[in-house]
Nanobody, 125 residues
Framework: VQLVETGGGLVQPGSSLTLSCVVS????????VGWFRQAPGKEREFLAT????????IYTESVKGRFTISRNSAKRTIYLQMNSLQPEDTAAYYC???????????????????WGQGTEVTVSS
């Protein structure tokens, strides 16, 4: 499985931004795809995940209601829509994939086998 993130950039506080993750490789129906971020000097943080085929969708509490994970099957793309961005959202954002059968994808510590290269998001005025 290969993952490529795009859509990062510099935005002002209060702005919205949508990240994209194009997934290629094996049969995606048996995978879950999630989003993570890592700010400078901090540990990697789980944000959201979903099974490729649909439910369940899981969010960490700190972004629930503000971030939305979605999928376009035809484009083999997972999106992360982020609203009301604040400087503390500044980080490198990564998408990752994990076989659903392992059950590691849906519970802490959210261990994923396949990772993209990341895309940088900077929130600053």
């Amino acid at each position: 499985v290969q993952l490529v993130e795009t859509g990062g950039g510099l935005v002002q506080p209060g702005s919205s931004l949508t990240l994209s993750c194009v997934v290629s490789g094996r049969t995606l129906e048996t995978y879950a795809v999630g989003w993570f971020r890592q700010a400078p000097g901090k540990e990697r943080e789980f944000l959201a995940t979903r099974a490729w085929l649909g439910d369940p969708t899981i969010y960490t509490e700190s972004v629930k209601g503000r971030f939305t994970i979605s999928r376009n099957s035809a484009k083999r793309t997972i999106y992360l829509q982020m609203n009301s961005l604040q400087p503390e959202d500044t980080a490198a954002y990564y998408c990752a994939a994990e076989p659903i059968a392992t059950n590691r994808w849906s519970r802490p510590p959210f261990e994923y086998a396949f990772w993209g290269q990341g895309t940088e998001v900077t929130v600053s005025s």
